[in-house]
């Protein structure tokens, strides 16, 4: 029930094109959803980040979507461009009670040129 | 000054030997986090210290001894470790544990 099931495990994706990530997660504890972006060589960066009381959240190229009927959530970069190969991390907190951080296993993401 | 800072970046030590990982933050986080990070596994959260006390510890081996001395410093104590501990080491701090994480660069640690 802790668990954060990430995929595809690994994506690649024509430059302009989008790139979608899907997490889904059990725990209904949870209630904040961030992602994380890890270049070669360096630690996560936190991305963009929902709460379950809105169903997307748009910064810049990058968009989440959340379903919180079906406990899922998803990353979409639209656009995708070469900077943004990288290997992306979705992830899942409960805020209050156990605090709770679970990480997803990661997609790695490649975008041609 | 990046907001949190690693070192050393790379470590190489036999299996007995005795090696600290350092870790601080500039960022006025109350809460601070050792992940190991290993390839096609999720992030393993280790521990958690919140106002310098340690909350967590997720069945960690005893060879792995976290210290925090004050807010700003965490450390990782490495001694007799096996092979299967090579990975990346990363250190998280957050405001408080309700808050988003941020994360070092991590220290890539190999066991011989």
């Known amino acids: 029930q802790q668990q954060v099931k990430q995929s595809p495990q690994s994506l690649i994706v024509q430059k302009g094109g989008i790139s979608i990530i899907n997490c889904a997660y059990e725990?209904?504890?949870?209630?904040?959803f961030p992602w994380y972006q890890q270049f070669p060589g360096k630690g996560p960066a936190l991305l963009i980040a929902?709460?379950?009381?809105?169903s997307e959240k748009k910064e810049g190229r990058f968009t989440i979507s959340f379903n919180k009927s079906a406990k899922q959530f998803s990353l979409h970069i639209m656009d995708s461009q070469p900077g943004d190969s990288a290997t992306y991390f979705c992830?899942?907190?409960?805020?209050?009670?156990?605090?709770?951080?679970?990480f997803g296993t990661g997609t790695r993401l490649k975008v041609l040129a | 000054e990046t907001g949190v800072t690693q070192t050393p970046r790379h470590l190489v030590m036999g299996m007995t030997n005795k090696k600290s990982l350092k870790c601080e933050q500039h960022l006025g986080h109350n809460a601070m986090y050792w992940y190991k990070q290993s390839a096609k596994k999720p992030l393993e959260l280790m521990f958690v210290?919140?106002?310098?006390?340690?909350?967590e510890n997720n069945s960690v081996p005893s060879r792995f001894s976290p210290e925090c001395p004050n807010s700003s410093h965490l450390f990782l104590h490495l001694h007799t470790l096996q092979p299967e501990d090579s990975a990346l080491y990363l250190c998280?701090?957050?405001?408080?544990?309700?808050?988003?994480?941020?994360f070092g660069d991590g220290t890539r640690l190999s066991i011989l």
């Open positions: 725990n209904t504890a949870f209630d904040y």
């Open positions: 929902i709460r379950p009381d809105v």
């Open positions: 998280a701090s957050s405001q408080d544990v309700s808050r988003p994480q941020h």
């Open positions: 210290y919140n106002f310098k006390e340690q909350t």
């Open positions: 992830a899942a907190l409960a805020t209050s009670g156990t605090y709770k951080y679970i």
